[in-house]
């Protein structure tokens, strides 16, 4: 398995408040790099489903996210199928001076065949800097006051 993963500190709001705004369907388009389309049920709640177009490396990847976990507002957990394949986590915690350290990560499968680990190399790095993208969009509009 592969293994991807970031962190940032959000300033002056609590776990609860970092995973209220991030949950919230209607603040994906704020930070979510990609288009969210075809939601099924409730994306926030454990069943819930939608895919995600993006670009990476100038290749559309379309993938399929099933929310598998939650323990608000600590950690959320969702299955990813499609064109990607693994699991996609969310941890919020404390850090005890009233800020909220999140951390995403990204468990995948990696691609096969003679060029698998170039590709997987190549994606890995894009990947991590997707997911840097998307939490450091959560900090700045969790310190921006959009809640």
Partial sequence: MGHVQESVTVSGVTP???WDYSVN???WPNYVAGEIRDVQGDPEQVGGSWSVVARIIMIEVVTRFERIYNEPPTLTRMKMSG???GEFSTRYEPDGRGNTL???WLDYIPRKGLFGPLA???TQ???KGTIRKNIEAVKRNMEAGKR
């Fill in 125 to 127: 790095n894009a990947v």
């Fill in 102 to 104: 999140l951390t995403q």
């Fill in 120 to 122: 997987d190399l190549v």
């Fill in 25 to 27: 369907r209607e603040n």
């Fill in 16 to 18: 609860q408040q970092v």
């Fill in 83 to 85: 064109d990607a394949s």
